[in-house]
């Protein structure tokens, strides 16, 4: 199976993650969708660093996995702290900045 | 290869700044310690960190630390200024406003100087993926203070917005990175640059440098990646709107710089044109929407966006000149804005902040103290004569001109016009209109004139004196 | 002369004014302690001046760059490190060669007066506030803009270009405009302030653009060289190759420059701000709007005579400052109000000097200066006095009689008013004699017969003012109990009414105008030879001429006014004169004042900037604001929004890379 | 090694269908267990390309804790039914739909396009090798992985030279083919734990300072976010 499967299979992921933060309005799913966009660079990062014979690849995504864990965590608890004011976690609700 | 040697003493800025949080998250164990401690203790450590860099920027100290992870450089260290005055100026304008609105303090002058750690990454990094890891450290820093306020609905919703906007633009610069990865087989931004020299353009390349343009102009708010900008700094804690329009824009343009300049030089002409292109359309949406704010926060967002445009306007340059004046440009901006927010934050009265430019009337003879901070800060971002900005608009302008960009300088100079109008409509509205209802101003915090007097000698001093701050942005592009 | 002395003289008042400024929380408590140091860093100042002058006396100048905005050579590192063939590019370069800004001085005979004048009247004024000021709110603020404005000033006297120049100039103006509106609370007060912000405005508007066309001329801002410039190119007639130079281009320049001396010192049309700005404490009307910063614009013309004998264009000063003259001192005959009238009366000598400079009698328009420095600054303290007095009460209608509860007041007015309207021997009449003695002799006949009958007025009203205030009966209101000020204030007085009186006399010897002050003086002037000698014949002739108007005035005044009843009916046939006379004023007020303040109002003010410069400017904003308004709409608060023009963004620019390229 | 298209197939097609599930069902819920699966499938995906250590990690990381974190939080704020959860209708659903479909083609395009002068490409050129002797620029390649893996020549020479090589032969001895395959075979084991800790150790060791100063932000963070506010503030 050559790069381009994989580069092209990982470009999809990562459209349907793009797709899925426009389209719905729940931050949690949205927030979902951005770290299914990581992980779409993540096998593209895997898949080119086997066509090069490059450990720094797989080293790559492990660092991207620490970042995503981070920002699920903070993600998370400012969209708690959202909820606890306005009872919601719907994005469209919650503009009272703007202009 | 072997675990790498270590050179503490080219860290010396980083180790200092390490050490300086460890320090105030012991002392934030200890309830006895008054609260400004931790602040003193940020202060301190920051203008240690901020006296080893300019000590190192002196010296001319080259290294490249961690296995060329690392590259410590004039550059680098020029930039590590930038951060660190912007640290030292935020905490200075903290201090207060957290007293006032009685808040845990230890978590948020560590993350304050974590953040201010992740843009030192950036600047100093020789690796894609050390440039992703500062800015996601300094982002995910941001991010919470932004929302640090969780009481006030708006700090809230700043801080949700800011992540996610924030983490979906990091999703395309990752994915910009690993396109890289694959067309140039490293991550290194010497290697990426010899592979380059080698090999053609590629739509793999082309399209990664593009996605880390798009990393980049989000972080400096380009537009279009900029409509975060003006709910983040309204919604956000006054001071972190300040170190959110300073620090991170300067560090995205570190990066920026080295990147572009040292792995993607021999793209030079790509790039450019798209440089060209935000530039204009930044420097225009950014005043022209400026014009038609009423709240003064967002006003200084919008002029924020617009300024990020300006500095574009050097780099487009893309020569010694252009990015010396850039350099010189961002240091400039990072001073004076904060500066404005700084006296945005002093002209709140008893009833909380005072952020509609319509409040601010009278303040000319009623608080003119204030009045004259706030007019020297907002003639210096309109880069009105003897200020700073004047002189870093000159610069960046000059070298655009000399490099053959003369129309987008005349974008730049009618923007300019554009600008003088709103900022000049708020030194009006202090001189020259009657205030409608008797507003109680606050008194005035020492520490907060304190810092408002050191912006302004430094924006006066580098109005007068330029070419002693540019020639240190001059040698700190030597690397190029 | 070092520069360090210099330097001291100047950062003197600046040093004041931060202490004042950023301490004045904690010298809140104790107000005479800010007074004092504002007090002390003048001194400093004054001290400084003297040794300049001692210097400059002896025949030293000084004219010496401190420091390049952007020098031509960048410092240490360019030096060490930038290696060869690589320096620090000057800011100007790209303009137009090599310009570099320079903040520099140029200290000659001109200064070094200048300098005696506002130290030596400043400190004393600043003593005087410290009584006058006494338990004001805004005390420590108070002496901190005084102190900026010295130091402002000391910038604008000093400067050894115009830029520089113009610092000092749009400084005094900010002091100017923060001390008219010092009471802020007082809505006229604010009202002045701006009034004087905005006439001021245009002023500095026309001075810019002299500024610039003389940048475009001579490629550069510095006196020294502008004038050997301007002088060569007369001499060898010829232009210089990339120089947009001629006769016009200089009377272009100075009338522009002109226009902003007419607005700093209050001339025709621009004067309107000037009886406004007596809102400001009154010590302040001293110092600034009478004896320093409104005779910037003289000293500019001054500074400036090299260009403005080269383009022609004095006659058009000396026009417009005898017209102004003469006008502001009708207008001075229909005021009540104490500070009023000497406002006009400020007018109508800053006319004079302008007379002065504008026939080429340089050296005779700055002696005038310095004398009306004097005597109006005396004369304004000492209204500030009568106002201490009587508990702010200004209308001379409601005085009378105060002779004997403020006798020392009393006497140092006399003195001013008798030096103003030209009393024999007194410091305004040699000033003021020579300015239309020159008038008559360089041949301008009209410009020296309505000069003389300014005089005239002027003795009439400055007596009309004597008289009504302090002679006759009482007209105090009951509630009123006039005391004599405290000495900080009565000794200041004291001491200026002695330069006052005296001063002409000390400086002028019998030979005529080949004075003292004119040996001094005349070397900055020289280049057009007004050293040629006088002849001394006429002298006498002219002085006789002066002093029987001055004393026609003062004798008119105490026909009409020694026993002056304003506020029963006229009965006799002499009050129905006073009446009718006042009548005649009213006409005159309809007539000429109105209009003039509608065409400066109106027409320059309301007419040309607001509905040109204003209407096109607030056009081009109107559309911008629109389109910012609408673009704001795209701001929708919505995340996804954002996210929508992000990846719109994103994918056209994808295209442009992957497709196009 | 055939069974890789099919494998990529079956584990491509469920990743992807996994994610289409996620932005599809209406229940946050249901969304987060298809986003485990899609994780699942990737997993797989970096069995099929060599890189053991990174797939078990992103079960353990991802499937186990990250989402368990999200679960939690949808739980906690009790957001489990559908309500206001529905997509956006109509036209911003199409426009994004819209917009998707032409990112994806550009994507797929850079995809096609990936051998277009970039290394990649330089990297299979070199990988075509005649007959003949080792080449010097395999040597130089093998004492790169050797610098990288902090591999000895002996260790080279006594673990993987058999594989590739039938005789007792050497590294130096071996022809360009069996260097070729050998050097493939090393990069084959890279995937493998002891590989990446070394690299991870050694040559991205500041990275890996970095990740945990990212941790201690992050940590820092919530604290800052969540904590019980303090006493006097409640009133």
């Known amino acids: 199976m050559g790069l381009e499967w994989y580069l092209g299979l990982s470009a999809l992921l990562f459209t349907v993650g793009v797709v899925g933060v426009l389209i719905r309005r729940n931050a949690i799913i949205i927030f979902m969708c951005i770290e299914l966009m990581l992980n779409a660079a993540n096998l593209a990062f895997v898949a080119i660093s086997r066509e090069l014979g490059d450990p720094s690849g797989q080293v790559f995504v492990f660092f991207v996995m ?34 | 290869m072997t675990v790498p040697v270590i050179n503490w003493h080219m860290l010396m800025p980083e180790l200092v700044i390490v050490l300086t949080f460890v320090i105030v998250m012991v002392f934030d164990l200890f309830k006895s310690i008054r609260k400004s401690v931790l602040a003193w203790v940020t202060i301190v450590g920051s203008a240690i960190a901020l006296w080893a860099s300019v000590e190192m920027l002196h010296a001319g100290v080259i290294g490249n630390e961690f296995n060329g992870m690392l590259r410590v450089d004039r550059f680098s260290m020029f930039f590590n200024i930038i951060f660190l005055v912007s640290t030292i100026l935020v905490t200075l304008i903290s201090i207060n406003y957290l007293d006032r609105n009685d808040k845990r303090q230890g978590e948020y002058y560590v993350l304050i100087l974590l953040a201010t750690l992740g843009m030192m990454l950036m600047a100093s990094g020789n690796e894609l993926i050390v440039v992703f890891l500062g800015l996601e450290l300094m982002s995910l820093s941001l991010y919470v203070l932004a929302g640090y306020f969780r009481s006030i609905q708006v700090s809230s919703e700043a801080g949700m917005k800011y992540l996610l906007l924030g983490a979906f633009a990091s999703g395309f610069f990752l994915y910009g990175i690993a396109l890289i990865y694959g067309g140039a087989g490293t991550t290194s931004i010497p290697e990426i640059a010899s592979e380059l020299e080698a090999g053609g353009k590629s739509p793999l390349m082309l399209a990664g440098m593009f996605l880390l343009i798009v990393g980049f102009g989000f972080k400096v708010a380009l537009v279009p990646f900029h409509q975060w900008a003006p709910d983040v700094y309204e919604g956000a804690p006054t001071p972190i709107a300040a170190f959110i329009s300073a620090g991170p824009k300067a560090a995205g343009f570190a990066a920026f710089l080295r990147i572009f300049t040292g792995a993607l030089e021999s793209l030079q002409p790509e790039w450019i044109v798209v440089v060209v292109i935000l530039a204009a359309l930044t420097m225009t949406v950014g005043n022209v929407i400026a014009t038609a704010q009423s709240n003064i926060k967002r006003m200084l967002a919008y002029s924020s966006v617009a300024h990020a445009g300006y500095v574009l306007v050097g780099l487009a340059a893309a020569n010694k000149d252009g990015i010396s004046s850039a350099m010189l440009y961002l240091f400039i901006y990072c001073v004076m804005n904060i500066g404005a927010f700084a006296a945005v934050i002093l002209a709140r009265t008893e009833d909380g902040e005072n952020l509609r430019i319509a409040d601010y009337a009278g303040l000319g003879f009623r608080k003119p103290l204030l009045a004259l901070f706030m007019t020297i800060m907002l003639l210096s971002l309109a880069g009105f004569p003897p200020t700073a900005g004047f002189v870093g608009k000159f610069y960046v302008f000059r070298s655009a001109v000399d490099a053959g960009h003369t129309w987008l300088v005349v974008v730049a100079a009618i923007n300019t016009a554009i600008s003088a109008f709103y900022y000049l409509r708020v030194v009006v509205t202090m001189y020259m209109k009657e205030p409608e209802e008797e507003l109680d101003f606050h008194a005035y915090p020492s520490l907060l004139v304190f810092a408002l007097l050191l912006v302004t000698i430094g924006v006066v001093l580098i109005g007068v004196l330029p070419s002693y701050f540019l020639a240190p942005a001059q040698i700190s592009t030597q690397f190029f | 002369m070092s520069v360090n002395l210099i330097i001291l003289l100047l950062i003197s008042p600046l040093v004041g004014f931060l202490i004042n400024g950023l301490f004045g929380k904690w010298l809140r408590n104790t107000e005479k302690l800010s007074g004092w140091i504002a007090c002390l860093a003048v001194l400093v100042s004054l001290i400084c001046s003297v040794i300049v002058f001692t210097h400059v006396k002896g025949g030293a100048e000084l004219n010496q760059t401190l420091y390049q905005w952007i020098a031509a050579e960048s410092h240490e590192y360019s030096k060490t490190e930038l290696g060869s063939g690589e320096s620090a590019t000057p800011l100007f370069e790209w303009i137009t060669g090599n310009f570099a800004f320079n903040i520099g001085f140029h200290v000659d005979s001109l200064t070094a007066v200048m300098l005696l004048i506002i130290t030596g009247i400043g400190f004393l004024i600043h003593v005087y506030s410290i009584g006058y000021m006494h338990g004001d709110a805004g005390y420590t603020r108070y002496f901190a803009y005084l102190n900026l404005f010295v130091f402002a000033m000391l910038i604008l006297v000093l400067a050894d270009n115009y830029l520089m120049m113009f610092v000092g100039w749009e400084g005094v103006g900010l002091c100017s405009y923060l001390l008219i509106g010092f009471w802020y609370e007082k809505k006229s007060a604010t009202d002045a302030g701006k009034k004087a ?228 021997l007194l410091s305004g009449f040699w000033s003021k004699d020579e300015i239309l003695h020159s008038a008559w002799e360089k041949g301008h006949p009209i410009i020296y017969v309505i000069g003389l009958v300014t005089a005239f007025l002027t003795a009439f009203y400055m007596f009309r003012l004597i008289f009504g205030t302090f002679y006759g009966k009482s007209r105090v209101d009951s509630q009123i109990h006039p005391h004599e000020s405290p000495p900080v204030m009565w000794v200041p007085l004291a001491i200026l009414a002695i330069p006052s009186a005296l001063i002409g006399l000390a400086l002028l010897s019998w030979k005529g105008h080949d004075s003292a002050f004119h040996h001094f003086i005349g070397g900055v002037f020289s280049h057009h030879g007004e050293k040629t000698a006088h002849h001394a014949d006429n002298v006498l002739l002219f002085m006789a001429i002066s002093s029987i108007v001055g004393i026609a005035g003062i004798a008119l005044a105490w026909v009409k006014y020694r026993d002056w009843t304003p506020l029963a009916q006229p009965q006799s046939a002499i009050h129905k004169l006073a009446a009718e006379k006042f009548y005649v004023d009213e006409i005159y007020n309809a007539v000429f004042v109105q209009p003039i303040k509608k065409v400066s109002q109106f027409v320059l003010w309301r007419g040309l900037d607001v509905s040109i410069i204003d209407g096109t400017v607030n056009g081009v904003a109107f559309v911008v604001r629109t389109v910012g308004g609408s673009l704001r709409r795209f701001q929708t608060g919505v995340v996804q929004s954002y996210i929508v023009s992000m990846v719109i963004g994103i994918i056209i620019f994808l295209a442009y890379y992957l497709f196009i390229r | 090694m055939d069974a890789e298209p099919i494998l990529f197939i079956v584990f491509g097609a469920l990743a992807l269908i996994g994610a289409v599930a996620v932005i599809g069902f209406k229940n946050p819920v249901y969304s987060a267990i298809a986003l485990i699966g899609t994780f699942f499938a990737q997993a797989g995906l970096f069995v099929l390309l060599g890189a053991h250590f990174v797939a078990a990690v992103q079960v353990i990381v991802y499937a186990g804790a990250i989402m368990v974190l999200f679960l939690f939080v949808i739980m906690l704020l009790n957001l489990g039914s559908v309500r206001a959860d529905q997509p956006k209708a109509g036209i911003a659903k199409g426009a994004a739909i819209v917009l998707g479909i032409i990112f994806a083609l550009e994507g797929v395009y850079i995809a096609v396009n990936v051998s277009k002068g970039t290394a990649v490409a330089q990297v299979k050129q070199e990988s075509t090798v005649g007959g003949g002797a080792i080449t010097e620029a395999q040597l130089e390649e093998i004492g790169e992985i050797e610098a990288t893996y902090q591999l000895t020549r002996d260790e080279i020479n006594t673990e993987y030279v058999p594989q590739v090589a039938t005789a007792d032969k050497t590294l130096e001895s071996l022809t360009a083919v069996e260097a070729q395959t050998l050097i493939q075979t090393i990069q084959q084991e890279m995937g493998k734990t002891e590989r990446i800790g070394t690299v991870l150790f050694s040559k991205f060791l500041l990275p890996f300072e970095v990740t945990s100063l990212i941790l201690l932000a992050a940590l820092i963070g919530v604290i800052a976010l969540v904590k019980r506010e303090e006493p006097k503030e409640v009133s």
């Open chain 1, 66 to 99: 620490t970042v995503a864990a981070a920002e699920v965590a903070i993600g998370l608890a400012i969209i708690v702290s959202v909820f606890k004011h306005r009872e919601t976690v719907n994005v469209d609700e919650v503009d009272s900045l703007k202009g």
């Open chain 3, 197 to 424: 912000f905005i006439v001021n405005r245009i002023g500095d508007f026309g001075f810019l653009l002299g500024m610039f066309t003389l940048f475009a001329a001579f490629g550069t801002l510095d006196f020294i060289p502008i004038f050997e410039q301007a002088e060569f190119f007369e001499r060898t007639e010829s232009t210089g190759s990339n120089l947009v130079f001629g006769a016009s281009t200089l009377a272009v320049a100075t009338l522009l420059l002109f226009v902003g001396a007419v607005g700093k010192s209050a001339q025709i049309p621009l004067y309107v701000w000037l009886p406004d700005a007596m809102e400001g404490p009154t010590p302040v009307s001293a110092l600034i709007h009478a004896a320093t910063m409104v005779t910037a614009g003289v000293y500019m013309v001054a500074r400036s005579s090299v260009l403005f004998d080269l383009a022609g264009t004095g006659d058009v000063v000396a026009w417009i400052g005898v017209l102004t003259a003469a006008f502001a001192a009708i207008m001075a005959l229909a005021a009540n109000d104490i500070k009023r009238v000497l406002a006009y009366s400020t007018v109508s000598q800053l006319g004079y000097m302008f007379v002065g400079v504008g026939i080429g009698a340089y050296a005779s328009g700055i002696f005038h200066l310095m004398t009306h420095a004097f005597f109006k600054g005396l004369m304004f303290l000492t209204a500030g006095s009568v106002m201490h007095a009587m508990s702010n009460e200004l209308d001379m209608r409601r005085m009378g009689g105060l002779r004997s509860k403020l006798p020392i007041t009393h006497i140092t007015f006399l003195v001013g008013a008798l030096a103003i309207s030209g009393f024999p």
